[in-house]
């Protein structure tokens, strides 16, 4: 089967310390994952996907085949970085399979 | 940049009424997707589409339909509404192995 778990419903770090939002998923073939971001009353966009292994606003995200995960990391957060978070996977049908996300929240 | 547009932000309808909820993508895309975003339950797929007059279910298509009758538009029908179709629906969009963009959601109240 395919699915994503986030185990984390809500993560909360104060400025200037690391995060890790954790994503593992199942799917038996070449998986294709994306972080996507909410911010507050902003429209969903993509924040990272993992065949272009770039950094977005300091977040970097490795997938790692052996255990099935591909977490979200920053070394430092920042307030602006609160929002919500969805680790999904690319369905054998084109579409996406989402994670139940993860409110990140970084105190000042 | 790719612009999905949602008729609506907000709609206030009533059990048992047909609703119509338009997404327009600007970008030529050939996928178009429907998705219901609730709190704890993330984003469940409810109905895609890969060409005009195609559609294909997802996960929770039960009580829903869709149109495509034009490549740039995408319609998600509720046939008789319920409030347990009170939610939050996100229409998305995407050429093929291309990430999805999305629009800024119809908040759906069935009352």
């Known amino acids: 089967a395919q699915r994503v778990t986030q185990p984390e419903k809500l993560l909360s770090v104060f400025k200037g310390a690391p995060v890790e939002l954790k994503c593992n998923y199942s799917y038996s073939g070449s998986p294709e994952l994306f972080w996507y971001v909410q911010y507050s009353r902003q429209r969903l966009q993509l924040l990272l996907r993992?065949?272009s292994r770039e950094s977005i606003k300091g977040f970097t995200a490795d997938l790692n085949k052996g255990e099935t995960s591909f977490h979200l990391k920053k070394p430092f957060a920042q307030e602006e970085d609160s929002a919500m978070y969805y680790c999904?996977?690319?369905?054998?049908?084109?579409?996406?399979?989402f994670g139940k996300g993860t409110k990140l929240s970084v105190k000042p | 940049d790719v612009k999905v547009t949602q008729s609506s932000r907000y709609l206030v309808k009533r059990t048992g009424e047909k609703v119509f909820l338009e997404c327009v993508q600007d970008?030529?895309?050939?996928?178009m997707f429907w998705y219901r975003q609730d709190p704890g339950l993330g984003l469940r797929l409810i109905y895609f589409?890969?060409?005009?007059?195609?559609?294909e279910k997802g996960d929770i298509p039960e009580g829903y339909s869709v149109s495509r009758e034009k490549k740039e538009r995408f319609s998600l029908i509720l046939e008789s509404a319920s409030t347990n179709q009170t939610s939050m629906y996100l229409c998305?969009?995407?050429?093929?192995?291309?990430?999805?963009?999305f629009g800024d959601g119809t908040r759906l109240s069935i009352l």
């Open positions: 970008m030529d895309h050939e996928n």
């Open positions: 998305a969009s995407s050429e093929e192995d291309q990430p999805q963009h």
């Open positions: 589409s890969y060409d005009v007059k195609m559609k």
């Open positions: 993992h065949i």
């Open positions: 999904a996977l690319g369905g054998s049908q084109g579409n996406l399979i």
